[in-house]
């Protein structure tokens, strides 16, 4: 058995390196298995059509409680991509964080920053370093899912106050 492999080995070596082998392959490709290059497909755009964008102003209709139909785009958006941050769950944290968006004339948000949270802590013995790295957390993760909000164009840039909610539960 010992002498068998090594021979055997040699020989499938000495076959497959074999041009005049009706069944080996070429250099270049493989006769049987050849077959044209896929084509590659284009990836779609980023930007959603109009019909998907949100409406401006829906900061203020969230806060006075007078919801749109078209405003369910914005939740399915944000509970979809938003995050708990892992600092602001070992604080204990739960609440609001507020983010103003600065929204160009494209409707494209141009800036997010937090602009203010009404957060309590559920959670006893929390270090205040520990419960600053969760708040700050908390308004990073809702700028970076607010940043990818598409609104319709408008004649001016504008800006929005639009408010996350924290909840553990």
Do not use: H
Request: aromatic residues 6%; glycine residues 8%; charged residues 20%.
């Amino acid at each position: 058995m010992k002498k068998v492999l090594p021979a055997l080995l040699i020989g499938i070596a000495y076959v497959a390196g074999c041009p005049e082998a009706g069944w080996a392959q070429s250099a270049t490709y493989n006769r049987w298995d050849a077959r044209p290059a896929a084509p590659i497909k284009p990836k779609p755009l980023s930007v959603p059509p109009l019909a998907l964008r949100l409406q401006r102003g829906i900061g203020q209709r969230l806060a006075n409680q007078r919801r749109l139909p078209a405003d369910s785009l914005f939740f399915r958006y944000v509970w979809g991509k938003i995050r708990y941050p892992a600092a602001a769950l070992r604080a204990g944290l739960e609440g609001q964080v507020s983010v103003r968006l600065t929204i160009a004339a494209d409707g494209a948000v141009t800036g997010a920053q937090g602009a203010g949270n009404k957060l309590r802590q559920v959670v006893a013995n929390v270090t205040p370093q520990a419960r600053a790295a969760g708040e700050d957390q908390m308004v990073e993760e809702a700028c970076r899912v607010l940043r990818g909000l598409l609104f319709e164009p408008a004649a001016t840039s504008t800006e929005e106050v639009i408010r996350v909610s924290y909840l553990i539960r």
